[in-house]
């Protein structure tokens, strides 16, 4: 087996971890061998053709376009990433925190409690917050500069790994082969409409690929679209922590903060950006999204409220996590006095608990899960799993 189709195992086992089980998954697993030689054979002799996307509507938490790929362009991309992620996680800033390994949404709050520690002297002297957003973000990305952007940080990564001795384990002709396949595909072409046309209603057009300039506009939902996302910043990224000397500075995606001691210099810096952002990038601050407050009041970012000495959940979290907990005492109390649950069942219920403990566990949420487990969820459900200290829910072992 050649490098190339140990890649793309690789891949496939990637692409699966977060859509085990959907249809187009056990389509493509039925017959796994054959449907990745043949990705192996398409790919190799250039006959590539990427499928129609699934287009739908998402309203929780906000309405949202979404364009899912088919599961084996799903494959591609993570074949992709997998290439180039050695070779632009070496170049981009630390203060970018989205779809990057070790660097999540906690390591984003984390960052911004260091920062805001560092500024304040530890909570002992003024400094401020200012939160900024792009109008439009993934609907307005250019192609061409996308694609001028990604090979560039991938020639700087192939020199740095050369100066330190390392190999690049990949055919460059290939990737960009398929890089240009997928930053200059138009999913609107040929796409699958899921649900009504009405679901579009009351989604604003700079959230919406149907209205984007031909040129520009990326898929939410993809993995390529998110680190692509994050090599098309990496120019603001730069300016604003080396040009302006601002050492301060978290981005995720296209929600980013500064925090400076000098208020008015954060009120100038908002026109700074927005020239550089408009002549530069081609791309605009949200007007209605500029966020500029002393550090005292705190901050929502990544689904966290940050406070001095102290982070919570957002209220958006707890209002789904106690939609979930009743949903699933509904389906608990349906339940006859002796009847089991599938085991597919109780894994979904509890992995779904866990994903929300597991979020709150790393903010100032003892109560909060006090409350959701022993207050909200119902005591049937406890027949079928145990808390571990708040934490987490096992599943009891049946006889």
């Known amino acids: ?15 699966r971890k977060n859509k085990r089980n959907t249809i187009n998954q056990l389509k493509f697993e039925l017959k796994l061998e ?32 979404i364009f899912a ?13 997998n290439y180039l992620d050695p070779l632009y996680e070496p ?16 390591y984003g709050v984390d960052l911004t409690k260091r ?8 909570y002992t002297r003024d ?33 740095k790994a050369a100066a330190k001795g390392q190999t690049i384990n990949f055919d460059p002709g290939l990737v960009k082969y398929l890089l240009e396949l997928i930053i200059f595909n138009d999913p609107r072409t040929n796409c699958i409409i899921k649900g009504s046309r009405g679901d579009w ?39 604003i922590r080396y040009k302006l000397g601002l050492k301060y500075y978290v981005r995720y995606v296209d929600d980013f903060l500064i925090i400076h001691e000098d208020k008015q210099l954060l009120m100038d810096i908002v026109g700074v950006l927005q020239q550089y952002l408009r002549n530069e990038m081609r791309l605009e601050l949200h007007p209605h999204k500029i966020y500029l407050q002393h550090y ?6 990544l689904n966290a409220y940050i406070k001095p000495y102290r982070t919570y959940v957002r209220n958006r979290t707890k209002v789904k996590a106690y939609h979930a907990l009743r949903n699933w005492n509904r389906y608990f109390d349906l339940l006859a006095e002796d009847e089991v649950p599938p085991k597919e069942k109780l894994e979904e219920f509890r992995a779904q608990v866990n994903s929300y403990l597991g979020l709150m566990v790393h903010q100032k949420t003892y109560n909060l899960r006090r409350k959701l487990l022993l207050d909200v969820l119902s005591p049937k459900a406890f027949k079928f799993v145990y808390a571990v200290n708040l934490r987490k829910v096992v599943l009891r072992k049946r006889p």
């Open 1 to 15: 087996m050649d490098q190339l189709m140990t890649d793309l195992f690789q891949a496939y086992y990637d692409a």
């Open 34 to 65: 054959e449907n990745l030689f043949a990705l192996h054979r398409e790919i190799s002799s250039r006959t590539y053709k990427i499928k129609p996307s699934i287009a739908f509507i998402v309203f929780s938490p906000v309405q949202r376009e």
């Open 69 to 81: 790929a088919d599961f084996r362009d799903r494959v591609i991309h993570h074949l992709v990433v």
């Open 91 to 106: 170049v981009l800033t630390p203060n970018s925190c989205s779809c990057r390994k070790g660097k999540g949404t906690l």
């Open 115 to 122: 920062y805001l520690r560092a500024c304040s002297d530890n």
């Open 127 to 159: 400094c401020y917050i200012l939160k900024l957003d792009i109008k439009g973000y993934f609907m307005t990305m250019n192609r061409q500069r996308l694609y001028e952007k990604v090979l560039a940080i991938m020639e700087k990564g192939e020199r």
């Open 201 to 239: 209603d009351g989604l604003p057009p700079t959230k919406s690929l149907f209205h984007s300039p031909d040129d520009c506009g990326f898929p939410i939902g993809n993995l390529t679209s998110q680190v692509f996302s994050n090599i098309y910043m990496h120019e603001l990224d730069c300016f």
């Open 296 to 301: 005292t009041k705190g901050v929502q970012f």
